[in-house]
T-cell receptor, first 111, second 113 residues
């Protein structure tokens, strides 16, 4: 039982490069979320999805795009990476009346 | 937007001591959650609270949902080295995935053996 799996675990990018972070869950959860975690800031919601084919903006959505083409996957894209996007990114999933389950994070550095 | 004030920001305690941390909000939440994050890992749920006034234990951990629904606290009794980590509170207006969690900024706990 893998739970929530994030790939890659680490990545270094140059400013202006693009990349996609993948989140996969095997719990048949309807809801999925992308957060970023910065020192002293806690977890801030970037985008979330309440079901396949739907997405919504969170607290800090600028510079990111997301897609939920399949129920089990939630992709986070950076079209043109900036140093301010250096962070640890966490994916989470849940179903109604259940707490969110988190992946182990993707550590992204942008030079 | 909604904010949670979590305190203290960090704590250094001796092994065996009890620990207390809390979260307060200016608005009402109907669910309070406490997570722990170990280095290099994602947050893991410790305790979930769904009713005002509820007091729930999980081993050496005890959490309470404030009667006003604007606060919650977490106590750890007889701390041990593996309690080291960052503890986050989170509030939710409704226990539905449609309603995102609001997180506190965390309490970093260090335990001195």
């Amino acid at each position: 039982n893998a739970g929530v799996t994030q790939t890659p675990k680490f990545r270094v990018l140059k400013t202006g490069q693009s990349m996609t972070l993948l989140c996969a869950q095997d719990m048949n959860h309807e809801y999925m979320y992308w957060y970023r975690q910065d020192p002293g800031m806690g977890l801030r919601l970037i985008h979330y999805s309440v079901g396949e084919g739907t997405t919504a903006k969170g607290e800090v959505p600028d510079g990111y795009n997301v897609s939920r083409l399949k129920k089990q996957n939630f992709l986070l894209g950076l079209e043109s990476a900036a140093p301010s996007q250096t962070s640890v990114y966490f994916c989470a999933s849940t179903t109604d009346n259940q707490p969110q389950h988190f992946g182990d994070g993707t550590r992204l550095s942008i030079l | 937007g909604q904010q949670l004030n979590q305190s203290p920001q960090s704590m250094f305690i001796q092994e065996g001591e009890d620990v207390s941390m809390n979260c307060t909000s200016s608005s009402i939440f109907n669910t309070w959650l406490w997570y722990k994050q170990d280095p290099g890992e994602g947050p893991v749920l410790l305790i979930a609270l769904y009713k005002a006034g509820e007091l729930t234990s999980n081993g050496r951990l005890t959490a309470q949902f404030g009667i006003t629904r604007k606060d919650s606290f977490l106590n750890i009794s007889a701390s041990i080295p593996s309690d080291v980590g960052i503890y986050f509170c989170a509030g939710q207006v409704l226990p539905s995935g449609n309603t995102p969690l609001v997180f506190g900024k965390g309490t970093r706990l260090s335990v001195i053996a």
